[in-house]
């Protein structure tokens, strides 16, 4: 039996759990830079304000209703989806992290500890809510397909008290003839369109399909789905986390930039991020890409549509490093080669692919390999910055401007990463 | 499922975490044909804060006492109070919580229904909560009082 555990509005319900006032009161969070809204509570949700919607355009809804605003304070969902994840295990020897807020447990042989299924997900439900402050809602199911299905029912009907068990063929038929194909765990929008094609409309008549058919159509992994569906586990549990294949990233400057000093900055102090994440991973990353991108939906001041460049360079390195000091080089020449003054630049971006373990070596004719002094180099600043605080120590061309960096107007206290941020009590 | 009798409690049952554990070191000296150091029998690993004051690190929080109305129990202002929500709540514990959206640290007492929540300093008076009128959520029980010593006065 699996069970999939998922935190109800969880950004918003960490919000809470630090603050009870927000009880009952619509809350919403901001996406970096405080963009869009990337959750909503259920008060929210009713207000009609949805997903993905950019900010700006809830001002006359924030007037009339009195909404609680919260930039995305990683710092404390991370650490609080930490916790939750380590506190699962005390239910069930087998934990998958499926998700910040999500987690699927592997439930078997704990027959003997509790009467039945329902009662284990009561108690976990209940102990989260003391141990955290946060409601979540548990599905059980014979297969992870069945749970999360399970889960979504636990969540969707107010009935089911945020626990729903499929356990017997008769719960099962029940709640699979009513459930969408477009719902179900791994059923892609365009698979969904297929299948809809072939009036295959609830998780029902899918399970019922014959497998030959189903391979053509949506190759192995429909064949996975429709045993899951029938109750024969194909998905198992992947516990520990799977390496990365590439590291990637591109906040956005506050306001769109022509300087192409700003631009530089702002991809070093990226760069000696992903490098430092590359570093926790022990890999080398051997190529690099450059991009820059503009905004798309900008407009001049006479109300035109912006012009457009979003040019991308990629280096392949000369031996796989995951030292900033030997890429920063590269990195800048390529963006110096696709930069074009004039435009209005939202984002620079920096891709890191092809990487291979960190006790990788080669050396030929043309290059030396790693110089492994720079390695012990980068080793030393990631624990200086683990002990003082991250950018601490950095390259001298990284925030020489700090007006780049993101921008969280709303961010709540990171009670319990920060000293100087914790709770206080009268 | 099997009926059990007597089912352990659920916040009973823990995964053992290795990365948790402690080196403790075994020999601290080679052992020579001379005569080993006395010692090395009674070695133990250094002492950590952190295992004395938390027991529950998933369910532990930091709070700072900033008020003066639990000087009984020592706690002062400035205080840094480890407070444990996985520890259930018995009569008298001291407990952070929030009434009505503001966060204090009282001492928890419970008569017939109602709460109670009673400073330790006489110069401030005990809080009433009725539960249809007020919102009252627990954060957890204080397990320690972290405090600096108070700075020397000399009398006059």
């Known amino acids: 039996m699996y069970a999939l555990i998922d935190a109800n509005c969880f950004y918003c319900s960490v919000e809470r759990s630090f603050n009870p006032a927000l009880e009952g009161k ?17 008060e929210a949700k009713d207000l009609g304000i949805n997903m993905g919607q950019p900010f700006f355009q809830l001002a006359e809804l924030r007037k009339q209703h009195d909404i609680a605003v919260f930039s995305s304070n990683y710092a404390l969902y991370g650490d609080t989806s930490a916790r939750l994840m380590s506190l699962l295990t005390h239910f069930a020897e087998d934990v998958e992290v499926y998700s910040i807020d999500e987690a699927f447990l592997l439930v078997e042989g704990f027959e003997c500890l509790y009467p039945s299924y329902q009662d284990l997900g009561e108690i976990i439900r209940a102990k989260i809510d003391q141990w955290l402050r946060i409601p979540v809602s548990i599905g059980f199911g014979p297969t992870k397909t069945l749970a999360k299905i399970a889960n979504r029912l636990a969540k969707k009907t107010p009935e089911h008290n945020g626990v729903c068990v499929l356990d017997t063929p008769e719960k099962i038929d029940e709640s699979l003839k009513n459930f969408p194909v477009n719902e179900i765990w791994g059923v892609g929008r365009q698979s969904a369109r297929k299948l809809e094609c072939f009036d295959i409309k609830t998780a029902d008549q ?7 058919w189903i391979r053509q159509m949506m190759t192995v992994n429909g064949v996975r789905l429709v045993y899951e569906l029938q109750g024969h586990p194909c998905k198992l549990l992947e516990v520990g986390q799977k390496p990365k294949k590439s590291f990637c990233t591109e906040p956005g400057f506050h306001r769109v930039t022509t300087d192409l000093a700003m631009i530089e900055d702002a991809l070093t102090a990226h760069l000696s991020r992903v490098c430092e994440k590359l570093r926790r991973q022990n890999s080398l990353a051997g190529c690099l890409t450059v991009y ?4 798309r939906y900008r407009k001049t001041a006479t109300g035109l549509p912006d012009k457009q460049h979003n040019p991308s360079r990629t280096i392949v390195l000369p031996h796989p490093t995951n030292n900033v000091l030997d890429m920063i080089h590269y990195a800048v020449g390529a963006l110096n ?7 209005h630049y939202q984002k620079v971006g920096i891709m890191l692919t092809d990487l291979v373990s960190a006790d990788y070596r080669e050396t030929n004719l043309f290059t030396a390999g790693l110089d492994e002094k720079r390695l012990k180099l980068s080793n030393a600043v990631d624990k200086l910055n683990q002990r003082f605080g991250s950018n601490k120590l950095r390259l001298a061309s990284q925030q020489h401007n700090p007006e780049w960096p993101m921008q969280f107007q709303y961010l709540s206290k990171r009670c319990t990463t920060r000293w100087s941020e914790i709770l206080e009590a009268k | 499922m099997i009926d059990s009798l007597d089912p352990i409690p659920a916040e009973n049952i823990f995964r053992l975490d290795p990365k948790r554990r402690q080196a403790i070191p075994y020999f601290s000296a080679q052992v020579q044909a001379g005569f080993p150091s006395p010692a090395d029998n009674i070695i133990e690993t250094s002492l950590n804060l952190q295992d004395l004051c938390v027991a529950h690190p998933d369910c532990t929080y930091f709070v700072k006492a900033t008020g003066e109305s639990m000087l009984g129990d020592y706690i002062f202002p400035g205080s840094i109070l480890v407070v444990d929500s996985a520890i259930p709540i018995e009569m008298g514990n001291v407990v952070v919580c929030w009434l009505n959206g503001d966060c204090c640290v009282k001492r928890f007492l419970r ?24 919102t009252f959520r627990v954060l957890g029980v204080v397990t320690y009082v972290v405090s600096k010593p108070p700075r020397y006065v000399r009398p006059d």
């Open chain 1, 206 to 212: 899918l399970r019922k399909v014959p497998i030959d």
């Open chain 1, 337 to 343: 080669e696709i930069y074009a003054p004039d435009y």
């Open chain 2, 111 to 134: 008569v017939g229904k109602m709460i109670i929540l009673e400073p330790s300093n006489e110069n401030y008076s005990p809080i009433y909560v009725h539960k249809d009128r007020d």
């Open chain 1, 292 to 295: 820059l991108k503009t905004n």
């Open chain 1, 26 to 42: 619509p809350v919403i969070v901001l996406s970096n830079r405080d963009g869009c809204v990337v959750a909503r509570s259920n």
